[in-house]
């Protein structure tokens, strides 16, 4: 009898520990108010749109067409300046890139903002771009280069010849203060640490010049890995931080915060965070934006920091 008491307990307790798991990594705080001089900076993996899926696939054209109108009421509500999106894609299987229906319906939606780190498909990657404030924020130059041995050819395939995954970067004039800001957008493997902790070798070994030359640098987007996980210590060790959101950023398009943060905001010495990072878990109209949620960091450049 003891020994079906001891089961029945540790049974409870297994089908108990999705639910802490879930009530540990929902916790945040809301949005900090807007302060002034200060620039708002999110990242938002905005999945993939699969063209010839059929309707009532989540990421079909229906499916977006479905979750549009929320993804962009949740960006208006965070009052961004830059926004980093990360799988900004439009594809079917044999297509050629052209089509870009997130980028293209979301300026729309939000003409304030322009898109940086993107241009034509057959020179420039645009599935990551960065969308920035136009009466804020002024462009100065941008680039991209691949997680490959051959970073600098376009959509050569990753360290271990997966699919092309890649980091686009962007430079700009705070047209307040005057100061330069250099921001990179990156999303990296999912499913291989080998090619995690390579393309980080690679960002550490790309950003070195920038981070040398005390420039304030921004780094954003779905890095795939935890605070404290070998992948954020390599880009730590480049000089950047990492002060994570509370909880989850990914929640399986089901609201369902099972770990921790795999998206995040990083900076240098030139940048200051006014409040620590957090992530936007709403559902607008009842409809999930995406599969991430948004994560919001405020921050301040300060180049004087840098010594």
């Not at 390599?234 to 990492?242: C, I, K, Q």
Request: charged share 20%.
């Amino acid at each position: 009898m003891r020994w079906r008491i001891v089961l029945l307990f540790l049974f409870l307790a297994l089908m108990a520990l999705p639910l802490l798991a879930h009530l540990w990594n929902s916790r945040g705080a809301p949005p900090p108010d807007p302060q002034p001089g200060a620039l708002r900076v999110v990242t938002q993996n905005s999945h993939y749109i699969m063209l010839d899926a059929p309707d009532d696939d989540p990421w079909s054209v229906a499916g977006w067409q479905r979750r549009r109108g929320a993804m962009a009421s949740q960006l208006r509500d965070l009052q961004a300046d830059l926004i980093a999106f990360q799988e900004m894609e439009s594809f079917r299987h044999g297509g050629d890139g052209s089509i870009n229906l997130a980028r293209d319906d979301l300026l729309a939606a939000l003409p304030e903002f322009a898109a940086a780190a993107s241009g034509d498909w057959r020179s420039f990657p645009s599935t990551q771009p960065i969308f920035y404030r136009r009466d804020r924020l002024e462009l100065l130059d941008q680039g991209w280069f691949f997680f490959s041995e051959t970073p600098d050819v376009i959509y050569s395939r990753t360290f271990n010849g997966s699919y092309p995954a890649f980091a686009s970067w962007a430079r700009f004039r705070d047209r307040q203060s005057g100061q330069a800001l250099r921001v990179i957008n990156v999303h990296l493997d999912f499913s291989s640490g080998e090619n995690r902790m390579r393309s980080v070798d690679l960002i550490a070994r790309r950003i070195a010049p920038w981070i040398a030359a005390k420039e304030a640098v921004v780094l954003a987007g779905d890095l795939n890995a935890l605070w404290l996980s070998p992948t954020v210590g390599v880009l730590e060790r480049a000089g950047l931080s990492l002060t994570a959101i509370k909880g989850s950023s990914f929640h399986f398009n089901r609201g369902l915060n099972l770990y921790g943060a795999i998206d995040h905001v990083m900076v240098n010495c030139a940048v200051t965070l006014t409040d620590r990072p957090v992530a936007l878990r709403k559902r607008p109209d009842g409809a999930w934006p995406a599969d991430h949620y948004p994560v919001l960091a405020q921050i301040r450049l300060d180049p004087g920091n840098c010594r």
